[in-house]
């Protein structure tokens, strides 16, 4: 879709773009296209895709031969969405999978509503599914962490976000950009590869840098379910201030004597701060505070 077209669409229609809605549409085919290069899709393929805005993204997964789920908030945009690609949107995640070989439009179902509170209220088995989804900033952090944390998670997320977002994604134990946001999304997935996007590549041209990173969930069975609760709970307590001891913080929760012997198993100092823990660490400090027995256990 090119630029002049985008521009046209929305002129015809005199619709005015909602910035809160992070409404910067991709144009460059390039980039489309190494997009769904790194989401390495196959024919046949799930494809979840959020926010499709005016479409650009969508007309690449299809012709790419994926089945694609798109859910966008703004029913304007759905309306014109629905007229450009001849499908008949629903505001509810529909039962059925996309019917295959069914052509490709026939491959599209688009939902008009709150990707995330579709997210958190109707759960779904994603796992044989791929995230693709040039996100609304504003959003593209819960909606990580909430699919990330789901129970049944895709197998990939391909997402472009704020560059910022993205090295947040990559980070590693020592950097400022490491926190909950790292430790939430790479408790289950591994960062695969990401490329820039260069502002002019959108309209209207977003304030922020942007980029698209590929995450692959890693294979099950590092935690638990009950494991992975605690997890995020003890890196969220761990993180709540950054500059306080770890150790310290993590004793307002559980007990003191269990996280001393963690801590020194673990050969970590008394005043190690939670951006100096690794993947590992975490994993471990969860696994050892997780079915703690009753009379060692804290309400949280
Ligand atoms: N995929 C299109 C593209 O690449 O040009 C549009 C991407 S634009 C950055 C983000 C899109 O997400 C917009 O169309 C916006 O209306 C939509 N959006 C914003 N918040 C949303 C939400 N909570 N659920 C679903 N869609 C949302």
């Given at each position: 879709m090119r630029l002049s077209e985008m521009r046209h669409l929305l002129a015809a229609r005199n619709l005015q773009l909602t910035r809160s809605l992070g409404q910067n549409f991709l144009h460059d085919a390039n980039q489309l296209r190494r997009i769904v290069d790194l989401a390495e899709i196959r024919r046949g393929e799930r494809v979840l895709e959020i926010g499709p805005g005016l479409g650009p993204l969508t007309e690449h997964l299809l012709a790419a031969g994926a089945d694609v789920l798109a859910i966008e908030k703004d029913a304007r945009l759905v309306a014109v969405l629905a007229e450009r690609l001849g499908v008949a949107p629903c505001t509810t995640l529909p039962d059925v999978a996309p019917t295959p070989a069914a052509?490709?439009?026939?491959?599209?179902?688009?939902?008009?509503?709150?990707?995330?509170?579709?997210?958190?209220?109707?759960?779904?088995?994603?796992?044989?599914?791929?995230?693709?989804?040039?996100?609304?900033?504003?959003?593209?952090?819960?909606?990580?962490?909430?699919?990330?944390?789901?129970?049944?998670?895709?197998?990939?997320?391909?997402?472009?976000?704020?560059?910022e977002v993205v090295r947040r994604l990559q980070a590693g134990p020592g950097s400022k950009d490491y926190g909950v946001l790292t430790l939430l999304v790479q408790m289950r997935y591994e960062p695969r590869g990401s490329f820039r996007i260069p502002a002019d590549c959108f309209f209207p041209a977003p304030d922020v840098e942007s980029a698209c990173i590929a995450l692959a969930r890693r294979p099950a069975g590092a935690l638990t379910a009950a494991g992975e609760r605690v997890f995020r709970q003890v890196v969220r307590r761990a993180f709540s201030e950054r500059r306080k001891k770890a150790l310290k913080l993590l004793k307002f929760d559980w007990p003191a004597p269990v996280l001393e012997v963690a801590w020194s198993d673990l050969g970590l100092k008394p005043d190690e701060r939670a951006e100096n823990l690794t993947r590992d660490h975490f994993l471990e400090l969860a696994r050892r505070l997780t079915n703690l027995p009753a009379h060692e256990r804290r309400t949280l």
């Open positions: 052509g490709e439009l026939g491959r599209l179902r688009l939902v008009q509503a709150d990707a995330l509170r579709v997210l958190e209220d109707q759960p779904r088995d994603w796992s044989a599914w791929k995230l693709v989804a040039n996100l609304p900033y504003s959003v593209a952090s819960p909606i990580l962490v909430e699919l990330a944390s789901a129970e049944r998670a895709p197998a990939l997320l391909v997402v472009t976000l704020q560059l």
